[in-house]
């Protein structure tokens, strides 16, 4: 099955929203201070690659995930790549993931040599099916990628049961889940390693390209520490091949700034997204994507499922709400993924595909906002039924 590519929305469109999907100005101005002092602080000091504003933030960063290392890095993507090369998953390797994520987690896995191996989502969800697991299993298998996508986290026990079984690592891709819980325990955690992306629209965003590993392996977060600086043990000793993949001064200090503000944006998030699910019981048609019971979710993205969804995506556009798709295309009938001669059916993935939509989710969203686009969204869905 090809799933058609959806229409990216237009400069006229663009021009007319009037509630975007993000607002990261309205963020700004509210740190707008505590902003500008962290990079005139960098900046005075000089302190533009590593040092100790790096170090700061990877310490913070460590407690507020109640890991024990924290390892800064250029971005979420590279952050997954060398949490696979530091547990040694390299070419002949499997890595079992899930299709419905962004094309990078399967990318990472790639990029080390390994080969993604794909399983659907679970009945009725969005997340990986840890059903599915044990059959995709294989002795070229090395690692399980559980993707805890939209700010919600995957069933993690049995996953880990699965990879204690059979002896494989557990690499999260925590890309969307900064400070989200399952039974108690934080995203990142619970296995071998926990990747973050901090791209300028993820709960903890920096104002550009940054991203961190989460390890409570002492060893291993001395590796990833090399791997990132170019293999890198002294100033001019280089033990093994690494990349630069180093996360610069500014963006930590940034990060940092925000750091302290996480823990209320996430529940300012929470309780948009408890507004949205009283909203949408009275919208006929709209299905929300909400986390399992014993997870505490941070709502990176509060995402629906509806039918008829490029037309309502189009009739929310017009009407000036900035809705999104996140993802349309799943990663197993991707062009770079077919290239390589596989062909996988995936029933639930694509028929998931078909149907998400992205609202306007962020801390400061106001109520009256979150009513409009409600509203909205119940207009657009009756539009459609009529026809």
């Known amino acids: 099955m090809m799933i058609a590519p959806v229409r990216e929305p237009t400069r006229t469109e663009e021009q007319t929203v009037q509630i975007p999907l993000v ?3 309205a963020q700004y101005a509210s740190i707008q ?19 100790r504003y790096v170090a700061a933030f990877e310490q913070a960063f460590a407690g507020f995930c109640e890991a024990p290392h924290a390892v800064g890095c250029g971005n979420g993507t590279d952050a997954l790549e060398l949490a696979l090369e530091a547990l040694g998953v390299g070419p002949g390797h499997e890595v079992i993931l899930p299709s419905h994520t962004f094309f990078a987690s399967a990318e990472a896995v790639l990029r080390v040599g390994a080969t993604p191996v794909f399983a659907d989502v679970e ?10 697991i044990p059959a995709l299993v294989s002795e070229r298998t090395r690692a399980i990628m559980p993707v805890h996508l939209y700010g919600h986290l995957c069933d993690m026990d049995p996953i880990l049961e699965i990879a204690r079984d059979h002896d494989l690592a557990v690499v999260e891709d925590s890309a969307q889940a900064h400070g989200a819980r399952y039974r108690g325990r934080p995203a990142g955690t619970m296995g071998d390693v926990g990747c973050f992306s901090f791209y300028p629209g993820k709960n903890l965003g920096a104002y550009g390209d940054a991203g961190a590993i989460v390890t409570g392996d002492a060893e291993l ?3 990833l520490s090399r791997l990132r600086n ?11 091949v690494g990349v630069n993949s180093r996360l610069d001064g500014l963006q930590a200090s940034i990060l940092a700034a925000k750091l302290v503000h996480l823990h209320d944006w996430n529940r300012r998030r929470r ?30 993205l509060y995402v629906v499922r509806v039918p008829h969804r490029d037309e309502v995506l189009e009739l929310l556009r017009a009407d000036g709400i900035g809705a ?15 290239k390589t001669g596989s062909r996988l059916s995936l029933p639930r993935t694509e028929a998931l595909a078909a149907e998400i939509l992205s609202l306007p989710l962020y801390p400061e969203i106001t109520p009256e906002q979150i009513d409009r686009v409600t509203g909205s969204l119940d207009r657009a869905l009756e539009r459609t039924r009529s026809r």
């Open 324 to 338: 999104g798709i996140h993802y349309p295309v799943p990663c197993h009938l991707q062009p770079a993924i077919l």
């Open 271 to 300: 309780a948009a997204a408890a507004r949205y699910d009283r909203l949408l019981e009275g919208v006929e048609g709209a299905r929300a994507l909400t986390g399992r019971p014993e997870t505490e979710s941070v709502y990176h």
């Open 230 to 240: 170019h293999g890198r043990s002294g100033k001019y000793e280089h033990h093994e």
């Open 221 to 223: 977060a001395a590796r």
């Open 123 to 132: 009945e009725g969800g969005f997340l990986i099916d840890t059903e599915a």
């Open 33 to 51: 201070a505590e902003i500008d002092a962290a990079v005139a602080a960098v900046i005075s000091d000089t302190a533009f690659v590593g040092g």
């Open 23 to 25: 607002d990261l100005k």
